[in-house]
């Protein structure tokens, strides 16, 4: 019969048994362990002391279960496929595995789908650890549950009130894009973006098309809602909604698309025709697509994998400071951090989709 020493040889050390080694508490080893506060440096040195004498290494799912975290962050997004959002996942994914983190996708198609994921029922919190929600609308209620549950959010393109965010302004997208066609003489305009029956309530492009309206009306111009074609965040989308205005009875000289994607479908439908971009229709876009400079195509710069990793960045923070407050809690408790609410810069770039046309 093999000796209690020699168990111990054969059997893997807990976290139980560094605890009883130490002669501190589980919770005291998991702290220490993990370099969280409200630890005795002499403290944290014994607990690690201990731990490397007895070949104690934490299991990855046992340390995360144990701790009440999964070191997942989940990011919530409408459309997989999209350039956009999967540059901003790229974003987020360099700081979520520096900081440690693993990153779980989600794709949302309808606001039912996303209420259906944040709600009680499908248990996110045992997935994972906190939310980034990308161009989704996450109502206060749907935040509160969140919060109660102990998951952290963040928001990118969108606001939600008492949760940091990441967001641009989108009506001043509009209104550069409305200036710039202006200065170039034009007077008549299309505008091609997404459906009005939006399915995830995100309003983007309502901002987008009022800040392009009010700028033409500032400078003493109309806009001819007959000339608005709404249609998917494509290539394809805007594909469709240039054709719808071309075979106007008088198409516009000068198009806002409120994305790269969608402008280069309308290039598209113009070489199709025989036409142009920059000299028979000029065409601005949205985003700075990776193509762009491609296709020359004057587009409205927003840097989409600055706004994934400071939205990580803001998540982690976020985590972390709900962690300290949690080892805390049996102190005098800190008070919260104000939120950030981040608005990140938008430039004009200018290139040859975009033309002077003579005034009449």
């Not at 690690?48 to 997942?72: K, M, Q």
């Not at 959002?85 to 779980?104: I, K, R």
């Amino acid at each position: 019969m093999g000796t209690t020493s020699d168990t111990m040889r054969t059997k893997r050390p807990t976290i139980e048994d560094v605890a009883a080694e130490a002669g501190v508490s589980v919770a005291t080893v998991s702290r220490a362990m993990r370099a969280l506060p409200n630890v005795a440096i002499a403290t944290r040195h014994h607990v690690i002391a201990v731990a490397e004498r007895l070949g104690y290494s934490a299991d990855p799912a046992a340390a995360r279960l144990a701790a009440g975290t999964t070191n997942t962050v989940t990011m919530v997004i409408p459309n997989l496929s999209s350039w956009y959002f999967s540059t901003v996942v790229a974003g987020a994914e360099t700081v979520c595995a520096e900081a440690g983190y693993d990153v779980l996708i989600v794709g949302v198609g309808s606001q039912k789908d996303l209420s259906r994921i944040l709600s009680e029922h499908y248990q996110l919190e045992r997935r994972t650890d906190g939310l980034v929600a990308i161009d989704v609308v996450v109502t206060p209620d749907e935040a509160q549950s969140l919060t109660q549950r102990g998951l952290a959010l963040a928001s990118i393109g969108n606001r939600t009130v008492g949760h940091p965010s990441v967001q641009i302004d989108n009506k001043l997208v509009g209104r550069l894009a409305a200036e710039h066609l202006i200065g170039l003489g034009h007077r008549r305009f299309g505008m091609i973006g997404a459906q009005n029956d939006n399915p995830l309530s995100s309003d983007v492009p309502s901002l987008r098309r009022r800040g392009f309206v009010d700028e033409l009306a500032s400078q003493g111009l109309a806009f001819d809602h007959d000339l608005l074609e709404p249609n998917d965040f494509s290539v394809d989308g805007g594909q469709e909604a240039m054709a719808a205005l071309l075979n106007r009875h008088e198409p516009p000289t000068a198009v806002f698309s409120m994305s790269d994607e969608m402008a280069f479908g309308a290039i598209m439908e113009l070489n199709h025709r025989g036409l142009l971009a920059g000299r028979d229709v000029s065409i601005i876009g949205v985003d700075d697509h990776e193509f762009a400079r491609v296709v020359d195509l004057t587009t409205i710069r927003q840097s989409a994998a600055s706004h994934g990793a400071e939205a990580a960045r803001l998540l982690i923070d976020a985590m972390h400071q709900d962690e300290h407050h949690v080892v805390m809690s049996e102190g005098p408790s800190a008070a919260p951090s104000s939120v950030r609410e981040i608005v990140a810069p938008v430039e004009l770039v200018v290139r040859g989709s975009t033309g002077h046309i003579e005034l009449i």
